[in-house]
């Protein structure tokens, strides 16, 4: 069932929790991909009811960022999510979800503002104020669907760590699950933004993959000097990459070290054919 | 029942979610007084289920304020709710609520904030922070509760209006009931903070709600210019008071305007013996 419409949601909500459901919650951007397919599929696994919520959120993107040329495909996305068996796709309109507000903005609008420590490195570094509105809209889809659990893709490490801290700081009562990245056969992090990549752009993209890959094998052969460990990467970049941040911090706090081990994760953000792309990996297990 | 622990609260919710109850939260930070008293029986009266959170929320202090002096009479609270059938009283430490983080600051800890249209004014200008701190305690104690009801007392104007507009940006599953404020025999608003007045400082802390009944009687009178009307103050003010703000702004939306109207809310701090007093009444209804 499509549903554009909060109340129209929330009445379906206040049956299912009559009836005591399980309720799981797949937040996207659309666009949907076997990424998103293994967390809807994770959520109809353990819940009675799934919501898919498809909403490019305006309040996450910098100003010249991609929000205008972000795929959208709602369409194929519901028939995916019809074949899945969700109970409700909801994708509301920007003005459903922040009213009349006119330029959205925390002149006008109550924001979720996640720490600084999480959010001044990496991603957040570059992309100013986007967690504070991936925190916003997440709080609101929380609040709408009321969901027992929430399905977050690997592939967004910062995100996911980030949405477990706010959910923890404000005692959100929901619980975050954690889906591994899926990845094309040759190591392609999935991306709604592959798609703008042409076939030769794709091949480049592998080596945010390759570096990855490489660096676990580095450290699962005894390096474990942080610095050492990043310098391996130069030797994959060519002048098709332009390499945004690589770094090996803590995975759950993202806090620097300079030595890796178990809890590490690695993270890289890299540029090819002026579309960014981000992947990560655990030299530990998760 | 007195309840430190957030995880026991929350299973005595779910229990009485189980059951179809209706909740209902009045949020304090405790040093209970007749006006807190009215929320609680506004709330026994329309829910199954009352909490009664005490707490003295740190993040909503500025580090001159009174955080250290503010009056704690938890024994006195409990009595007091016990006499009127509260089912909880919430009096979590300040280590339950925000964990071990060390210097609470929005460095390692996710905040909730109103927009700045909302909150650079009136006590917002003098008191940075404070309302990121409100609705930050505000939202975790929703979240907590997860209570139909949510009662605020008038007498704190900018911060209902916050808190309805932070609980309506954000979709949150509560109803705010704003209760009237209510006052001494004398005219005087009631408030934790009187405790700080000697009995003299009592007398010359008449002088708000004074100010504000001549205003009313004026408008009545068919004064609408919003200048003029706040001139009417200046003849009641003495050495003894330090007026830090008098605003006649809409109730709805904190808009500043040139004619006062129905729609209009005036609202007044003054500190007497150093303490701080806030007040506010209606020009037209709620």
């Not at 996305?77 to 068996?85: I, K, P, V």
């Given at each position: 069932m499509l549903l554009n419409n909060i109340e129209e949601v929330k009445k379906n909500?206040?049956?299912?929790?009559?009836?005591?459901f399980k309720i799981g919650l797949v937040p996207t951007m659309g666009a949907l991909h076997a990424g998103h397919l293994s967390l809807i599929k994770k959520a109809k696994a353990s819940c009675d009811k799934v919501v898919v919520s498809v909403f490019v959120n305006p309040i996450q993107f910098g100003p010249s960022e991609d929000f205008d040329k972000y795929p959208r495909t709602l369409d194929a996305?519901?028939?995916?999510?019809?074949?899945?068996?969700v109970d409700i796709v909801f994708a509301p309109s920007p003005k459903e979800m922040y009213g009349d507000a006119g330029r959205l903005s925390n002149d006008t609008l109550t924001y979720v503002c996640p720490p600084f420590f999480y959010v001044n490195k990496l991603c957040g570094k570059t992309r100013v104020g986007h967690f504070d509105g991936v925190c916003t809209v997440v709080l609101?889809?929380?609040?709408i669907v009321q969901p027992d659990y929430a399905f977050f893709g690997q592939k967004d490490a910062q995100?996911?760590?980030?949405?477990?801290?706010?959910?923890a700081d404000l005692n959100v009562?929901?619980?975050?699950?954690?889906?591994p990245i899926v990845r094309?056969?040759?190591?392609?992090?999935?991306?709604?933004?592959?798609?703008?990549l042409t076939d030769e752009g794709k091949k480049d993209a592998l080596v945010l993959s390759k570096i990855l890959n490489n660096i676990k094998t580095c450290y699962q052969k005894g390096i474990t000097d942080v610095s050492a460990l990043?310098?391996?990467?130069?030797?994959?970049?060519?002048?098709?990459?332009?390499?945004e941040y690589l770094e090996i911090l803590d995975k759950n706090t993202l806090e620097e070290k300079l030595h890796a081990d178990n809890n590490s994760i690695v993270l890289i953000a890299c540029r090819v054919e002026g579309v960014r792309l981000i992947d990560n990996t655990y030299l530990g297990g998760i």
């Open positions: 909500i206040k049956e299912w929790k009559k009836e005591g996305d519901e028939r995916l999510c019809n074949r899945e068996g609101k889809l929380f609040n995100q996911v760590v980030i949405v477990k801290k706010m959910a009562p929901v619980e975050i699950i954690q889906c094309e056969e040759s190591g392609l992090a999935l991306s709604s933004r592959n798609k703008y990043k310098e391996t990467a130069y030797s994959f970049l060519t002048d098709k990459h332009e390499l």
